[in-house]
């Protein structure tokens, strides 16, 4: 694709527009200088964004670029020597005006060195784009300069209806307007009754205040209807009325809110006193109705409010060797344990400590034992490694089992991480280590032997270790804690998924709701996620940090470090997508579009702070069933001596109040 044609007229155009390439190497994020258009065609009308050959490449940016280091946030990596290699040409990006779904805005903050999106924003200043396509596509985002954020949104307001989301203010939706013979837009500029807030349409640039959340006017009106039921229904359906006769131009959005009402309504029991359907003597989340068919519920148990929890600074190697007595034992392992999950290590410990974290080496191991085993192990790998490089062609013949999996380590090594300058290059020795170590693994276990996506796993131990015999030992005891994530039958995954599947149940039952009726309710587009920990989804340095943390809560043998964390990272992903998919009533493919293109766009720091405030709230709520307590490594509550939470808390008022107006008012009789 090239530039557009002399014959289109061009509405806008603008210089210094970055588009942001990523990629896994160091931070994962290179800003690449071009300029951005809005071309009007008889096909209709479309976004370019033009790369600058001459401004293209990270180096040249930085020694020829017109702005102000003031004016940017390029990102470049602290130590780009053991991570990233040549970044990849940048090829122009065309989008047409009415395959937009939504558009992200993230501001830049000047104590970062990167984007971040903020609860309130200024498009008149430096911020980034991110535009989302119907089928979920995600597209890289576009940094724009100082006050052409804005502009660029006043160009796209005639084209289409723009919307700022009513659960996430960073958040714009991008509706086509209903036109009339005429081409003219109708319904763009008006605004609905303020009192019930539905929708604020993009005026210009965007208020910083924050849009009135709906629970507050599902309060407000049950409020209302416990004061003056009569009136207060009457009124309602005055409006509803009103609603439907007037704006029949807006019928896209009626949907969208027709379905959000049609969902709460469903995964509300009247006759129940907790206002959802849960029955502890049934598996959770399904019933059969009387007529055979399945009736899916949601689930929601009391839960305390989400906490905020402070993370910590990464564990040094001097601090790490202050665990250590003088014969070389580890001491108050469960303080080390937690001084990892909340900051991970420093870059020079982590060789050393992971061999602790992933029992590689016992905690209670002397020095003198460390010798002994290393000694050991090391006769051990070269005899394995030795088994297989004898196996001559004409065996290979008659072997049929290792021939098939040789060729397919072959295969993946050969594409495993070549854009990490540690394994990139010809004929680069650490790639002849990766494949050497994958042979041996299949002599150290022939059952299991090479599956795809264990070089993914092994891949990162190696970097970190930088040793044959340390990568293989070390891998060998991840792959013991995983191996069901590699099972033909795939009862591993299934049953992690089913986890997750449990644990968005009680802390989001509307997103779980939502996701079952998107045929997405088994959760497989975060199959990927779970199957190799995250390696797709993050940089290098990010993943190495996570890895750190995971390795930390493997035992999960004191509530201080949940079990199961990568579970609640995933929770934690889908709690910050949840405005994404549910305001753009994405369907099963375009949630699996989603998830996919979340690659290398996820804030760590944000998802792990996230993820350990929903355990902290989890842990917190003594209504979570004991099952789900399980999953993160809670102990089970006695629920004889255990108290509920308070009948005087706003979500226990809420459901009194339906309990005893809703049904009275309205005169309606719900058997479910």
């Given amino acids: 694709m090239g530039e557009p044609s002399n014959s289109a007229k061009i509405i806008w155009e603008q210089d210094g527009v970055l588009l942001e390439s990523l990629g896994v190497a160091a931070n994962g994020k290179e800003l690449c200088y071009g300029s951005i258009r809005v071309i009007q065609k008889k096909l209709g009308t479309f976004i370019y964004w033009l790369p600058d050959p001459e401004l293209s490449s990270p180096s040249s940016q930085q020694a020829a670029s017109p702005v102000s280091d003031s004016e940017w946030m390029v990102v470049t990596p ?21 395959d937009l779904q939504c558009i992200r805005i993230s501001s830049a903050d000047d104590e970062y060195t990167e984007m971040k999106p903020r609860k309130s924003f ?34 796209l307001n005639p084209f289409l209806n723009l919307r700022r989301s009513r659960r996430d203010d960073s958040l714009i939706l991008c509706m086509n307007p209903k036109q009339d013979l005429n081409g003219q837009s109708h319904g763009r500029n008006r605004r609905r009754d303020e009192e019930t807030n ?183 790998y070269y005899r394995m490694k030795l088994q297989w490089r004898t196996i001559t062609l004409e065996q290979e013949i008659h072997f049929t089992a290792f021939k098939l999996r040789k060729d397919l380590i072959e295969k993946d090594v050969n594409r495993t991480d070549r854009n990490i300058a540690y394994y990139g290059g010809d004929r680069n020795p650490n790639l002849e280590l990766l494949h050497d170590v994958l042979m041996t693994y299949v002599m150290y276990n022939f059952d299991l032997g090479y599956v795809q996506g264990m070089s993914d796993i092994l891949a990162p131990i190696l970097f970190v270790m930088d040793n044959e015999v340390d990568a293989f030992w070390c891998f060998v005891k991840v792959l013991e804690q995983i191996k069901d994530n590699f099972s033909l039958d795939q009862l591993g995954m299934k049953s992690q998924l089913h986890h997750l599947s449990q644990l968005l149940q009680i802390v989001d039952p509307h997103l779980w709701s939502y996701l079952e009726s998107r045929e997405s309710g088994n959760l497989f587009f975060c199959f990927r996620w779970l199957l190799v920990l995250f390696k797709r989804e993050f940089t290098y340095p990010q993943l190495l940090k996570l890895w750190d943390i995971f390795w930390a809560c493997r035992e999960g043998d004191s509530e201080e470090v ?80 255990t108290p509920l939470l308070d009948v005087t808390s706003p979500r226990a008022q809420l459901d009194k109040m339906i309990e005893e107006n809703i049904d009275v008012s309205l005169d309606l009789n719900y058997v479910f």
């Fill in 122 to 155: 200024d498009l008149g200043k430096t911020c980034k784009l991110t535009l989302t396509q119907k089928d979920g596509t995600t597209l890289p985002g576009l940094v724009f300069p100082s006050g052409s954020a804005e502009k660029f949104m006043e160009i």
């Fill in 198 to 380: 539905i929708y604020i349409p993009f005026l210009g640039s965007i208020p910083n205040d924050k849009v009135q959340q709906s629970a507050d006017s599902v309060l407000k009106f049950m409020s209302s209807m416990r004061k003056d039921p009569y009136s207060t229904t009457l009124t309602t359906f005055s409006k509803l009325y009103d609603y439907m006769l007037h704006d029949e131009d807006d019928i896209q959005y009626q949907q969208r809110h027709d379905d959000e009402l049609a969902e709460l309504i469903q995964s509300f029991d009247f006759k129940s006193k907790s206002g959802y359907k849960y029955d502890d003597n049934r598996e959770e989340g399904a019933a059969n109705g009387e007529d055979g068919y399945e009736v899916v519920v949601a689930i929601q148990p009391d839960l305390v409010l989400r906490p905020n929890v402070d993370r910590g600074v990464p564990l040094s190697l001097e601090a790490f060797k202050g665990f250590f007595d003088e014969s070389g034992i580890v001491r108050n392992v469960s303080t080390l344990k937690k001084l990892v999950f909340k900051g991970g290590l420093e870059d020079n410990c982590r060789r050393d400590a992971w061999k602790y974290l992933v029992n590689y080496y016992p905690w209670k191991m002397t020095n003198v034992d460390r010798e002994e085993l290393n000694k050991k192990l090391s006769d051990d």
């Fill in 78 to 98: 602290t130590e780009p020597a053991p991570y990233s290699i040549e970044a990849p040409s940048v090829r122009p990006l065309r989008v047409d005006i009415a």
């Fill in 562 to 641: 949940p079990r199961n964390f990568h579970l609640l990272l995933a929770l934690a992903i889908l709690d910050s997508q949840r405005s994404m998919i549910l305001e753009n009533r994405f369907g099963f493919t375009e949630i699996l579009k989603h998830a996919n293109d979340l690659a290398l766009r996820l804030d760590l720091e944000e998802l792990l702070t996230r993820a350990e405030a929903i355990y902290e709230q989890v842990k917190a709520s003594p209504n979570v069933p004991n099952d789900v307590r399980a999953i993160v490594g809670l102990e089970p509550l006695d629920r004889s001596t």
